[in-house]
């Protein structure tokens, strides 16, 4: 007499883990927009179109572009309230790996509760870019002030460092 054999029992299978950017939907849409915003900035020559139809004179297009490369980037399309001027930038130190570090004093000068993406550079004597790094905030209440640091990665050489904003982004918290 032979046995019968059975087919073994499935086993159970493990609940599939959601994709990595479904996990993580905020830093997604922060980067999606940085990505967006940069792409239309460069795009664009970093310069509103509106801004050149404006200009009268060739050496008031010439100051006002100037002044424009200067501008750090925002997708933000509030022209009177721009997100720059909530941005205050301390003197640059370095921490004990060598990487710089800037204090970042950011005001919430809009009406809503606010969270906040900076991107800053940091520049050698020369003005030549040797490191990046950010400085985020949520829910910055309307007319608060926070503060915060941007660190880089990089380890930096000994000498004169200035820290410049890149990009500014500000957008109302969700539910506020």
Same mark, same amino acid.
């Given at each position: 007499?032979?046995?019968?054999?059975?087919?073994?029992?499935?086993?159970?299978?493990?609940? $599939?883990? *959601?994709?990595?950017?479904?996990?993580?939907?905020?830093? !997604?849409?922060?980067? =999606?927009? #940085?990505? +967006?915003?940069? @792409?239309?900035?460069?795009?664009?020559?970093?310069?509103?179109?509106?801004?050149?139809?404006?200009?009268?004179?060739?050496?008031?297009?010439?100051?006002?572009?100037?002044?424009?490369?200067?501008?750090?980037?925002?997708?933000?399309?509030?022209?009177?309230? $721009?997100? *720059?001027?909530?941005?205050?930038?301390?003197?640059?130190? !370095?921490?004990?790996? =060598?990487? #710089?570090? +800037?204090?970042? @004093?950011?005001?919430?000068?809009?009406?809503?509760?606010?969270?906040?993406?900076?991107?800053?550079?940091?520049?050698?004597?020369?003005?030549?870019?040797?490191?990046?790094?950010?400085?985020?905030?949520?829910?910055?209440?309307?007319?608060?002030?926070?503060?915060?640091?941007?660190?880089?990665?990089?380890?930096?050489?000994?000498? !004169?460092?200035?820290?410049?904003?890149?990009? +500014?982004?500000?957008?109302?918290?969700?539910?506020?």
């Amino acid at each position: 007499m032979t046995t019968p054999e059975y087919a073994a029992a499935p086993s159970p299978q493990e609940p $599939k883990k *959601k994709p990595w950017v479904r996990r993580h939907k905020f830093v !997604t849409g922060v980067a =999606g927009l #940085a990505i +967006v915003g940069g @792409t239309i900035a460069a795009a664009s020559g970093g310069e509103p179109a509106e801004a050149e139809s404006k200009a009268s004179s060739s050496a008031a297009k010439s100051s006002e572009s100037d002044a424009k490369k200067d501008d750090p980037l925002s997708v933000s399309s509030n022209k009177t309230n $721009k997100p *720059k001027n909530d941005i205050d930038l301390g003197s640059v130190t !370095t921490d004990s790996l =060598g990487s #710089a570090q +800037v204090d970042v @004093t950011i005001t919430n000068n809009s009406s809503k509760t606010s969270d906040y993406w900076v991107e800053v550079e940091f520049l050698d004597a020369n003005g030549k870019r040797i490191d990046t790094g950010v400085a985020s905030e949520n829910a910055v209440a309307a007319g608060q002030e926070v503060d915060t640091q941007a660190v880089g990665i990089e380890q930096v050489p000994d000498g !004169t460092i200035t820290a410049k904003v890149l990009t +500014v982004d500000r957008f109302a918290t969700a539910g506020s």
